[in-house]
């Protein structure tokens, strides 16, 4: 059991856009801003997408955007490509005890 | 540009001890602000963070694994070290090295990762 939830799955078609959510408590994802998202390819090191919930580090596509609401985080990925199957993990800042959890991981399938 | 590269055992028995080492490249472990730690994968699960340490000797420690991890750092070789004590075939993952900049609680940089399988 991880500490964020996410689906476990998601899909969209080439073009489309698809959003993953990543679901916390009032001990993380709501009272901190320090949400982050990797993807990972099969067999490769995660790479960071998202950070601080909505900023994209220096060369990550403008397709990617993220946001919060409540205890819950987004990713959405518009204009979908073949190249952005991988899966996506959400993680955020949970304070000085636990410092950083993640969650479970959302597959993602462009159809 | 920076770069983490782990090293290390790729098997171990059950109760052994886990000692790998992160050599981190194009920053200082001592650098204001930087931090470099753990996060391990088991096979086909999700990514759970490990220990991190702080240029200022800052160290922090999941706290299901605390009692069994130690991290510190070489200075001098720009490394940092994770111990694990009582490994078990549980804690068979793929360990990968990252990079944090205080004040933000994200890890911008991985290694390659290591696959550290525990069976006898």
């Known amino acids: 059991q991880s500490a964020l939830t996410q689906p476990p799955s998601a899909s969209g078609s080439p073009g489309q856009s698809v959003t993953i959510s990543c679901t916390g408590t009032?001990?993380?994802?709501?009272?901190?801003?320090?949400v982050s998202w990797y993807q990972q390819h099969p067999g490769t090191a995660p790479k960071l997408i998202i950070y601080e919930v909505n900023k994209r580090p220096s060369g990550v596509s403008h397709r990617f955007s993220g946001s919060k609401s409540g205890n819950t985080a987004s990713l959405t990925i518009s204009g979908l490509q073949t190249e952005d199957e991988a899966v996506y993990s959400c993680?955020?800042?949970?304070?000085?005890?636990?410092?950083?959890?993640f969650g479970g991981g959302t597959k993602l399938t462009v159809l | 540009q920076i770069t983490l590269k782990e090293s290390g055992p790729t098997l171990v028995k059950p109760t052994q001890i886990l000692t790998l080492t992160c050599t981190l490249s194009g920053s200082s472990v001592s650098n204001f602000g930087v931090g470099v730690g753990w996060v391990r994968q088991p096979p086909g699960k999700a990514l759970e963070w490990v220990a991190l340490?702080?240029?200022?000797?800052?160290?922090r420690y999941s706290p299901s694994l605390k009692s069994r991890l130690t991290i510190t750092e070489d200075t001098p070789k720009n490394q940092v070290v994770l111990t694990v004590t009582n490994m078990d075939p549980v804690d068979s993952a793929t360990y990968y090295c990252?990079?944090?900049?205080?004040?933000?609680?994200?890890?911008?940089?991985w290694g390659q990762g290591i696959l550290v399988t525990v069976s006898s």
């Open positions: 990252v990079h944090i900049k205080w004040p933000l609680y994200t890890f911008d940089y």
């Open positions: 993680s955020s800042y949970a304070g000085s005890s636990n410092f950083v959890i």
């Open positions: 009032t001990s993380d994802i709501s009272i901190y801003n320090f």
């Open positions: 340490s702080y240029w200022n000797n800052d160290q």
